[in-house]
């Protein structure tokens, strides 16, 4: 290993050990809590966690963002904080550039391009983008790894499975086995550039018909397993567009929902990292959709699932509802938890079985769905608790994204006719049939 990536490493392991006594003093105020009675100010150490957390690069962060996400995953007060952690790592030097190009594609990497700048265009938790020229004249994004990354993930699961395991301690009211597990293999994959790169391929050919989604095409000879080259596609941040006219907030609101559930209802697939900087806006209301690192392959009768559960909750079929959760992978339902968790589904469903034009929720602050599932949390604590099941984990992020996005935008849509428009010609064996080839094509991870 070259002498700055080892003071790199050193440097990593001196952040992480401060994150650890920062959780390590938090367990301790939580067990005195817990079992002396002695009161925590969550407030105040949420945020402290939060500045501990935002001063890392690398996957921990990446996790505390979506832990802000997840229902119950974490306190609200945690998930309050957590939710304004942002992207905003340092990116790497020239020096660790010129490594991590050298490594990918040779000695004479330079030569490949006609321009490389020095400076990244864009940093983020597990890597950077140079906006360089390709030899033909391509504008191209080579999105580099920084290095050790796989050491960081691993260390920042173990800290992740300790926050999880304090939070249970506290609280019984969500098994959370499944979610770490799931949050393992997904980070793990991201480390692939050339899974990712798969990955982004079978996206662009699932949104093939979408003419107003865009998908960056791959540079296969740019790349490697720590860097992937695509083309570089021109877009504003979504948030540029709040102020918008109307027509142009339903238009950028339409493709954002093709771009996302297209792919789930026709192959079972979704895109599983719904950061508002994983899209962008062309000026005609177009999406550029990025980052391809997380996706989620469903199985074909989960998804069929869910188009059951909308249909119960349609028809308050209580059986069909406890069929659909079963499906998602939930056992050993009792009464009362069926009702709880139907709660929770007629909040995630609420939109679309609402036969009129309507705004999705109102942004004031606070975390998309955060009073119904402090609700929910309620009943479950009362009930005995519930084991989130794996697949439930980015089904329920990706929906919660979305949803908030379109808070920002403040869209006037009638979301039930897009939702069955979409869905009418349903046919699980034929979702099979087209899952199965594409996971062939590409060697999806399943």
Not at 384 to 409: C, N, Q
Request: one cysteine or more; hydrophobic letters at 45%.
């Amino acid at each position: 290993m070259a002498q700055n990536d080892k003071n790199t490493g050193a440097k990593r392991l001196g952040r992480y050990a401060r994150v650890s006594t920062k959780m390590g003093g938090l367990a301790a105020r939580m067990a005195g809590e817990k079992f002396f009675g002695i009161k925590v100010d969550r407030d105040d150490h949420a945020r402290i966690l939060k500045e501990a957390l935002g001063n890392l690069r690398g996957p921990l962060m990446k996790v505390a963002q979506l832990l802000a996400t997840i229902p119950d995953a974490l306190p609200p007060e945690y998930a309050a904080e957590l939710q304004e952690l942002q992207s905003h790592a340092p990116p790497m030097g020239w020096p660790f550039v010129k490594r991590r190009m050298q490594a990918e594609l040779g000695p004479d990497w330079q030569n490949k391009f006609s321009d490389f700048p020095r400076e990244a265009a864009a940093a983020a938790s597990l890597g950077q983008v140079h906006k360089a020229t390709t030899l033909s004249g391509e504008i191209v994004a080579c999105k580099l790894q920084y290095p050790d990354m796989e050491s960081a993930v691993e260390a920042d699961l173990k800290q992740l499975r300790l926050m999880f395991s304090l939070y249970e301690s506290y609280d019984k009211a969500i098994q959370t086995k499944h979610v770490v597990n799931e949050i393992a293999t997904r980070l793990r994959e991201e480390l692939d550039y050339t899974r990712e790169a798969r990955n982004q391929q079978a996206y662009a050919e699932m949104l093939s018909n979408e003419n107003h989604v865009h998908v960056p095409r791959v540079i296969p000879e740019l790349g490697g397993k720590r860097l992937l080259t695509t083309e570089w596609l021109e877009g504003a941040p979504i948030l540029d567009f709040k102020k918008a006219p109307l027509q142009m907030r339903n238009q950028i609101a339409l493709n954002l929902f093709r771009a996302w559930y297209v792919p789930l209802y026709q192959y079972g697939v979704v895109h599983g990292d719904p950061h508002l900087g994983n899209y962008k806006v062309r000026q005609n209301g177009d999406i550029n959709l990025l980052d391809f690192g997380c996706i989620r392959v469903f199985p074909p009768q989960f998804i069929k699932g869910i188009l059951d559960l909308y249909h119960a909750l349609m028809k308050n079929d209580r059986a069909l509802a406890v069929h659909a959760f079963e499906a998602w992978g939930f056992k050993n339902l009792s009464n009362e938890l069926i009702d709880t968790l139907t709660i929770w589904a007629r909040f995630l469903y609420q939109s679309v079985m609402d036969d009129r034009v309507r705004i999705i929720g109102k942004s004031e602050g606070t975390v998309y769905g955060r009073d119904t599932a402090m609700q929910v949390h309620a009943a479950l604590r009362k009930h005995g608790g519930i084991t989130v099941p794996r697949e439930f984990v980015f089904m329920d992020r990706a929906a919660l994204g979305l949803g908030s996005v379109f808070i920002h935008l403040q869209a006037e849509v009638n979301w039930h006719r897009l939702f069955e428009e979409l869905t009418a010609d349903f046919d699980v064996a034929a979702l099979e049939k087209r899952q199965k080839a594409l996971i062939k094509k590409f060697d999806l991870a399943v």
